[in-house]
Structure formats: C-alpha cells, structure tokens
C-alpha cells in the first residue's frame, strides 16, 4: 500500500517504458520499431542491473481501471508463457493506493522455487519499495 492517491501513483508507473524511471533492477528501455508506448502490441526492449536483457510484449493498458498486462516474449530466465498484470486499487480511506502485481507463467519444477522468489521479492516487492521511497510508504 501507497500512502499517495492513485492518480499519481500511476501517473508514475503507467508508461509502458518508464520502468528504470522508478523500479531500481531495470537500468534502460526502449519501445521497439519507435511504436508509441500505450500501443497494444508494442514490445519494450530493456536490459536489467545484472546485465540480463528482457523484452515484453504490452496486451492492455486502461487508464480507467489503473491496470497493465504485458508477457514476456524473451528472458534470461526458464519461463515460458508469462503473462503479467500490474493493477491499482483505490483505498479510499486516507486517499492512498493497493498495488496488486501478479504474473503466471510456465517453469520446470527444478525452477519454480527459484523463479517464485526471484520475481516475487526481486521484480514485484522491489517495485512496491522503490515507489513506497518514491511516492511514500
């Protein structure tokens, strides 16, 4: 949970490119073929911290209901069919905002441990704390 209304929460987050402007494991991004960033279809291109390079494909984008859904179509790691949505939720209490991030996706069974908490705590709960830092916890 931000303590920031979800207007600005996700004035911060909404740009399909904006990733290394907020979350600190991406270092660039680029939209691929100079598409516009809330085009359905375009593909973001983006290395990570530890040299990695990943690229994703954008499936939805509603500024209504403060949600993104995106699959990866290239990754250093063994997944297959990922498919993610990040999603803001009002809570109207204090005028703060519920971030819920969520992702299935296909692995072996040797992976799944691994992945689980690579994009649990590394990807999602490493977005949530650089936003809290950003936009107050």
Known sequence: MLNAPINQVWDKIH?????PDWHPVFVNSNI??????????????????????????????SDTE???????LESPFPIENYVATLRLIPITEGDRTYIEWIAE??????????????????????GFDALKDILGG
Not at 15 to 19: A, H, I, M, R, V
Not at 33 to 52: A, T, V
Request: aromatic residues 8%.
């Open 15 to 19: 740009d399909f490119n904006s990733l």
């Open 66 to 72: 403060h949600l993104c859904t995106y699959t990866i």
């Open 105 to 126: 996706f296909n692995c072996s069974q040797q992976d799944e441990e691994s992945l689980i908490e690579n994009i649990g705590d590394g990807v999602f709960q490493g």
């Open 32 to 61: 691929e073929n100079n598409e516009p960033s809330d085009k359905i279809g375009c593909i973001r291109n983006f290395d990570l911290k530890d040299g990695g390079n990943i690229r994703e494909r954008l499936l939805a984008l």
